[in-house]
Each structure stands twice: as structure tokens, then as C-alpha cells.
């Protein structure tokens, strides 16, 4: 059964930086399409950033410039580098995964980042 484990998360001050991982077990990594969203209190998920196996990104408007999505297929890993955080950036920071060529999809179970001065 694949897993998704993200670490990383915790409380930045804005202007700050953060990097959150998500580690994939159980599955084969380069078969998946991943990406990252985020749930802000009251708010409906959405997402953040997304990377295919071959390593084409697409970024929400509101992160361009400051996030960026990577992955390690050696090392089952995608990460979330998040520079110059906003307050708007606070939110559960969920991992996703879907296979290439099929609709099975898995969900991490998020990481609380959480931007105040």
C-alpha cells in the first residue's frame, strides 16, 4: 500500500523559508504524478504546486516565484522549497500522489505551517 510521510513543516516568521518533504513507501516513486496542496482554516483545499514523473512543474498564481516543487526519484522524495512566506501561506500542507496512467490517487497525512510575526 503506498504511504506518503511529509516533515518539514513548523512556525516562520514572514519573509521566512521553510522546505517540506514527503517521502513515498510501498510504491514506484517514477510512476507518480505529485504535488502539493494546502488547506487554510475555513477554506477549501487547493493546490500549491505539481510535478510529473519527467519533471514538467505548474505553480498556483499565488506561489510563483517563491515555491518550488523538486523531486528525487532515487530517493522516493518530492519537496516543497518555500521562500519568502506570507501570512496567506498558513495551512495544513498536504502531499499528493496519482499514478501516471491510472486514477488511483493517495493523499500524506499534512504539516501544519503556520506564518506569524
Known amino acids: 500500500q503506498v504511504q506518503l510521510v511529509e516533515s518539514g513543516g513548523g512556525l516562520v516568521q514572514p519573509g521566512g523559508s521553510l522546505r517540506l518533504s514527503c517521502v513515498m513507501t510501498?510504491?514506484?516513486?517514477?510512476?507518480?504524478?505529485m504535488a502539493w496542496y494546502r488547506q487554510a482554516p475555513g477554506k477549501q483545499r487547493e493546490l500549491v504546486a505539481g510535478i510529473t514523473g519527467g519533471g514538467i512543474t505548474n505553480y498556483a498564481d499565488s506561489v510563483k516565484g517563491r515555491f518550488t516543487i523538486s523531486r528525487d526519484n532515487a530517493k522516493n522524495t518530492v519537496s516543497l522549497q518555500m521562500n519568502s512566506l506570507q501570512l496567506e501561506d498558513t495551512a495544513v500542507y498536504y502531499c499528493y500522489a496519482r499514478l501516471i496512467y491510472d486514477p488511483r490517487n493517495f493523499w500524506g497525512q499534512g504539516t501544519q505551517v503556520t506564518v506569524s510575526s
Open positions: 510501498g510504491g514506484s516513486f517514477s510512476n507518480f504524478n
